[in-house]
């Protein structure tokens, strides 16, 4: 039996398919550029929540409002680059491929330099995805079981005093004040939950194959904690607190200290 065309494989394959281009991430998506140049494509799914499995595109002046103007089942104006005149493209929504290709073959040509888009002679053809995908079957963070494991972490670091709840960079973040003490991700490894312990304390806590030191805020202090199937909670709200104590403001020490 063949293997299945999911439309992560068909946006690879469609995006690679231009002279030069590599494939890289950045904040947990998949991003495409040529020679290390200017992005000409970013593919999302479900991004800060928004239920769409997407292709950012940077279109010529007036690809953006046209298209959204047109057809807004379609296409959407993203958020961050959307005022630089990128374009949102649904990828689950019914529209033909071809009409993808084209799209991404425009962004491709904008942003490249002349020499390249000099051997970018025609548009890729690649054959559609076998079915239409569910945000959930792509999004590991919105599947049933990561969202029980961050309503367990949500409980444990609202009950702490005058803490909140926000987003970085589509992730769910616990702050104290303005200072994130948890976050829960996932780049393509699993589950994680994100927690300062301090650099000293970073090699005890590694020794444990559950933990890990992260990507861009390991240096700062941080551990990444893998729960697994069966995490034991109590273990976690340690982490928490811990966590929660070294940002937290001196009147929130006090009330969770008892004192006021």
Not at 100 to 123: D, G
Not at 199 to 217: C, E, G, H, N, W
């Amino acid at each position: 039996m063949a293997k299945a065309r999911t439309i992560d494989a068909v946006v690879r394959e469609l995006c690679l398919a231009f002279p030069e281009a590599e494939e890289f991430t950045s904040h947990g998506s998949p991003n495409f550029r040529a020679t290390k140049g200017r992005t000409f494509a970013t593919y999302l799914v479900n991004h800060h929540g928004d239920g769409r499995i997407a292709l950012w595109l940077p279109m010529p002046p007036g690809g953006q409002e046209q298209n959204v103007k047109l057809q807004p089942k379609h296409f959407f104006v993203p958020p961050y680059v959307g005022p630089r005149g990128w374009l949102g493209v649904n990828l689950d929504s019914g529209l033909d491929w071809k009409r993808i290709a084209a799209l991404v073959r425009a962004a491709y040509e904008h942003v490249s330099p002349p020499k390249l888009v000099a051997r970018s002679t025609k548009t890729p053809v690649v054959a559609p995805p076998d079915a239409k995908a569910k945000v959930a079957d792509l999004d590991p963070m919105a599947s049933a079981g990561a969202q029980r494991a961050i309503a367990k972490l949500r409980a444990i670091c609202l009950a702490l005093p005058e803490a909140t709840e926000g987003t970085q960079f589509g992730s769910p973040v616990f702050l104290a004040g303005k200072r994130s003490f948890a976050i829960a991700y996932d780049y393509g490894e699993g589950l994680q939950l994100g927690f300062w312990v301090g650099v000293p304390k970073q090699a005890l806590y590694t020794a444990d194959p559950r933990f890990s030191i992260p990507k861009y805020m390991g240096h700062n202090g941080w551990i990444a904690f893998a729960p697994g199937a069966k995490p034991n909670w109590d273990e976690v709200a340690d982490l928490a607190r811990q966590s929660y104590r070294h940002f937290a403001l001196k009147r929130m020490l006090k009330q969770l200290d008892g004192f006021a």
